[in-house]
């Protein structure tokens, strides 16, 4: 975010400047202009900053203090167990790997999405026929409600369903499996929904960073004698980067918090082969009114994204930033 | 249609689109017209499109026709599905809560956040930018970090099943996103305007509604966009929060329909096909607002 701090603002009211309020015709100067200003800006804050401080800030708290205890969510929260529920989720094997399926979720994601995102922005990102109904038609997907899209893929991936229809046809009948019902199988067959679904974002994202690139750079390697693959690989993708840097942040804070798909489609089974932190929070915490355990995991949750987003700040962004300043 | 300030490449149409140019040699490299070209653009949009293609024609099917042939066309085509899902009445309270909820979180993001946004951006004080930094700090927690506490702050001040237990809690965590894209947004507004509304003596709060309001249309129609499509997709929240039948919203109401009638495979694709067409409407009127959001927001 740019912050431009003296460019930008306004001085205060100029205190030359005739104080007539909108309302009256007497010179009102009763308050100061900077008492005044100070109620403008409290006016127009503090709307936002009551709502953001009663549903974000306090339930954020909350977690961490509920974290400390045991307790159903009935009755008085009165035991405290320390850092229990912390252990108690990091040495749970479920819990473990919860945390292993995100990961793999997060790498995969990136892994797959991008160079198919790219590809396909490569692909549209030229004069073709009907370019601009390829550029909505990718995009639908991510539109959809993850509820929607899962419930068509529940009923798509069912035994000799039509995705086991559609591969037989083709001759890749051998291939088909229980897509959501085998425990080696599950995370995948989640994995390829979400790459479907997911994928229209990057397209879109890397769609807008390539009009950024100039054409003359295009037209100066066309000239050296640059070949199509040359030029991707040495001007486009590199002047991507920013672009593909940020939009790996949002696949990689989108997947650590996945849940909608994964609850829809396999409730985070079978034999928890798909669960994710944020189902078995919800399983744990609702489902089993086990509260103060499940704010552990969200903090846990919670911790982990920031431990990684960190990361992904110092050793993937920071390249962008230096740029920048 | 105007391109909002936030994003210089977002709305800028590329060199090469709109009014082809005459003859102009396209930027080499990118000729397109190969047939291989073609051939992947058709896989891709096949591989698109195919499970929504699926659910439109299903919900014309019979669940004979879906068992005897997994994938085929309506033969003959059915439509008692869509007619009972639309002649229910759960289907249209479902429709009704989600678009009631949505409009309420889309409203309150709005308002409050170009409300907050304005002082942020356009006065000068003392702790200005740690304000703006514990908004920004809100982008970090994503609601389902506070779930748990929502849903029992919610239960407490005995929103549950209200519109209010979803929109709130929705809005608040919209805040911070809609204030970054925002915020830049009513800073490139030209100081000039200001000063020349105060010298006619118009108060701050008057320039506010009068001169910066109208001015600011696009961008909060970004966010406003942003925060309607994220309400009208949301599943966690309401799923706990909203237990009461006729207080659920489309997405819970897909999710139960397709347990219940787990058995009657064209309903719940009909269910789920006309759960669809909203977003998918909504999405095709605002395309451009939403992309354009989405890279604002990549760009905060």
Redesign the interface.
């Known amino acids: 975010?740019?912050?431009?701090?003296d460019a930008?603002?306004?001085?205060?009211?100029?205190d030359s400047?005739?104080a007539?309020?909108?309302t009256g015709g007497a010179p009102r100067r009763r308050l100061s202009s900077a008492w005044r200003?100070?109620l403008?800006?409290l006016?127009?804050?503090s709307?936002?900053?009551a709502?953001?401080a009663?549903?974000?800030v306090?339930?954020?708290l909350?977690?961490g203090r509920?974290s400390l205890y045991d307790w159903n969510?009935l009755g008085p929260m009165d035991d405290f167990v320390g850092l229990q529920n912390y252990v108690r989720a990091l040495s749970d094997d479920v819990f473990t790997s919860a945390v292993q399926h995100n990961l793999t979720i997060v790498v995969l994601s990136i892994v797959v999405q991008l160079p198919l995102g790219l590809g396909?922005a490569l692909?549209?990102?030229?004069?073709?026929?009907?370019r601009t109904f390829?550029r909505?038609?990718?995009?639908?997907?991510y539109?959809?409600?993850?509820?929607?899209?899962g419930?068509?893929?529940?009923?798509?991936l069912q035994p000799?369903?039509?995705v086991?229809?559609?591969l037989d046809?083709v001759g890749l009948g051998g291939f088909t499996q229980l897509w959501l019902g085998d425990p080696d199988v599950a995370l995948y067959t989640v994995l390829v929904v979400l790459t479907?679904k997911y994928l229209?974002?990057a397209v879109?994202?890397f769609l807008?960073?390539?009009?950024?690139v100039p054409?003359e750079l295009?037209?100066a390697?066309?000239i050296d004698g640059?070949s199509?693959w040359q030029?991707q690989r040495r001007i486009t993708v590199p002047l991507l980067g920013p672009?593909i840097r940020?939009?790996g942040f949002?696949s990689m804070?989108g997947s650590l918090?996945l849940?909608?798909m994964v609850?829809?489609l396999t409730k985070g089974g079978p034999a928890n082969s798909t669960v994710t932190m944020?189902t078995y929070?919800?399983n744990q915490?609702?489902d089993r009114s086990q509260?103060g355990y499940?704010?552990a995991v969200?903090?846990l949750?919670?911790a982990i994204?920031?431990i990684l987003?960190a990361i992904y700040q110092v050793f993937v962004l920071r390249r962008d930033t230096k740029v920048s300043s | 249609m105007s391109t909002p300030v936030l994003a210089p490449?977002?709305g800028?149409p590329?060199?090469?689109r709109g009014g082809?140019p005459p003859r102009r040699r396209?930027?080499?490299?990118?000729?397109?017209?190969n047939p291989l070209?073609?051939a992947?653009?058709l896989v891709?949009?096949a591989?698109?499109?195919a499970?929504?293609v699926?659910?439109v024609l299903?919900g014309f099917r019979s669940n004979a026709q879906l068992a005897s042939?997994?994938?085929g066309l309506p033969d003959p085509w059915v439509l008692s599905n869509y007619t009972n899902v639309l002649t229910s009445d759960t289907f249209w309270r479902y429709a009704l809560n989600s678009s009631v909820i949505a409009l309420v979180t889309t409203a309150?993001v709005a308002?409050?956040?170009v409300?907050?946004a304005?002082?942020?951006?356009?006065?000068?004080?003392r702790g200005r930018?740690a304000?703006f930094l514990?908004?920004?700090l809100?982008l970090?927690?994503?609601l389902?970090?506070?779930?748990?506490?929502?849903?029992?702050?919610v239960r407490d001040l005995q929103l549950n099943n209200t519109f209010w237990g979803v929109a709130?809690?929705q809005?608040?965590?919209a805040?911070?996103m809609t204030?970054?894209i925002l915020r830049?947004f009513l800073?490139a507004l030209p100081?000039e305007l200001?000063?020349a509304a105060?010298?006619d003596?118009?108060?701050?709060?008057?320039f506010?509604w009068r001169i910066l309001l109208p001015l600011s249309g696009p961008g909060i129609v970004t966010v406003g966009v942003l925060a309607f499509?994220a309400s009208?997709?949301?599943?966690?929240l309401p799923l706990?929060v909203l237990n009461d039948p006729g207080a659920k919203t489309?997405?819970?109401g897909?999710?139960d329909f397709?347990s219940e009638h787990a058995s009657d495979?064209a309903g719940?694709?009909a269910f789920?096909t006309l759960?669809?067409i909203p977003?998918?409407i909504?999405?095709?009127a605002l395309?451009k607002r939403?992309?354009n959001g989405?890279?604002g927001a990549?760009?905060?």
Request: proline content about 7%.
């Open positions: 975010m740019s912050v431009a701090d930008l603002a306004t001085r205060p009211v100029p400047a005739p007539r309020s909108g200003q100070r403008e800006i006016f127009f804050v709307p936002a900053l709502l953001f009663v549903f974000v306090v339930p954020i909350q977690a509920y969510g396909i692909l549209l990102n030229r004069q073709m026929w009907g390829l909505v038609v990718i995009f639908v997907p539109v959809l409600a993850e509820v929607v899209a419930v068509v893929w529940f009923m798509l000799d369903g039509p086991d229809a559609v046809a479907w229209g974002l879109i994202l807008a960073g390539l009009q950024g054409d295009y037209e390697a066309q640059a199509w030029v672009t940020t939009w949002l804070i918090q849940f909608d609850w829809i944020a929070l919800i915490g609702t509260y499940a704010s969200a903090v949750l919670f994204s920031l987003a | 490449t977002a800028a590329s060199t090469t082809r396209r930027s080499g490299v990118n000729a397109g017209g070209v073609y992947i653009a891709v949009v591989v698109t499109v499970p929504v699926y659910a299903g042939e997994p994938v309150v308002v409050f956040g409300m907050a304005y002082p942020l951006a356009r006065y000068r004080f930018e304000l514990v908004f920004t809100g970090l927690f994503p389902t970090v506070a779930i748990i506490p929502l849903f029992l702050m709130l809690p809005a608040a965590f805040l911070p204030i970054v830049p800073m100081k200001e000063e105060l010298l003596g118009t108060s701050r709060i008057g506010f499509v009208w997709n949301a599943y966690l706990l489309l997405p819970l897909v999710a397709s495979t719940v694709l789920t759960a669809m977003a998918l909504f999405f095709l395309e939403i992309v989405l890279q990549v760009k905060g």
